[in-house]
């Protein structure tokens, strides 16, 4: 009997062990899911400001769409300050093209990196259940 108290205690001490590593896990796996959860935010956030840049940077090049059509009257002058507007609008469209891209690449980095967290997290849960689940059956043993 003293045998088998020991050994029943010993998988308690184990299993208890074990609970609070997989707790401890589970405590950093949260805190590293929250910080994603932050980052993914601001990703958000700096995905939401280029695009509304973005859009400004698209209004203004109509606009200067506009101005450039009512330059033609005088072609020379005229003709190579359209060649200026063209140049300045197609290279703020690459960059804001080019920011644009980045921002939603970023925010799909991040969204993949929360999701691999957050299976990450319901493993270590399950793990968890399954070690408490084991730690109550030997509770249950000991008791009887």
Known sequence: NFDLVSVTMDGVVCAESRAESLDAEYKLLHDQYIDLEAKYQRLQDEHEKLTAEYTEV???????????TSL???????QM????????????????????????DKLATA???????DQLLKAATKE?????????????????
């Open 81 to 104: 300050r359209i060649q200026e507007l063209e140049n300045e609008v197609a290279e703020q469209s690459t960059r804001y093209d080019n920011l644009y891209a980045s921002a939603t």
């Open 111 to 117: 969204t993949k990196e929360l999701d691999s967290r």
């Open 128 to 144: 968890a259940q399954a070690v408490q689940q084991e730690l109550d059956a030997n509770a249950t043993q000991l008791k009887n």
């Open 58 to 68: 698209m209004n203004r090049n109509e606009k200067r769409k506009g101005t450039i």
């Open 72 to 78: 033609m009257n005088n072609q020379e002058w005229y």
